[in-house]
């Protein structure tokens, strides 16, 4: 299993960023967590084959997870991002009844005020 995740930076309040993980195989589902500098892993968003979605109470209404066509790559959208949203961001993708998620590298996300 290979999770190739990309995009991520700088940004300022207000602005758009997206990450996206282009994974191998079926994946059965792909999402996003995030880790702030001193707090734990939190999960973000994930979308599943079915298309089933789930976001974080801190990132609906804001945060938007879809697929290709292929159903390989997923894009987080992130609108009106917040200073709170500075974190590192993981990939990960599950596979079939597999409860534990396959991990990507994370990429860094920077919003200042």
């Known amino acids: 299993v290979q999770l190739q995740a990309s995009g991520g930076g700088l940004a300022q309040v207000g602005d758009t960023l997206r990450l996206s993980c282009a994974a191998s195989?079926?994946?059965?589902?792909i999402g996003w967590y995030r880790q702030a500098p001193g707090k734990g892993r939190e999960l973000v968003a994930t979308?599943?084959?079915?298309?089933?979605?789930y976001y974080a109470d801190s990132v609906k209404g804001r945060f938007t997870i879809s697929r290709d066509n292929a159903g390989a790559t997923v894009t987080l959208q992130m609108d009106a991002l917040k200073p709170e949203d500075t974190a590192t961001y993981y990939c990960?993708?599950?596979?079939?009844?597999?409860?534990?998620?396959?991990w990507g590298k994370g990429t860094l996300v920077t919003v200042s005020s």
């Open positions: 990960a993708a599950w596979y079939g009844s597999v409860s534990a998620p396959h």
């Open positions: 979308l599943s084959l079915g298309g089933s979605t």
């Open positions: 195989g079926s994946a059965s589902a």
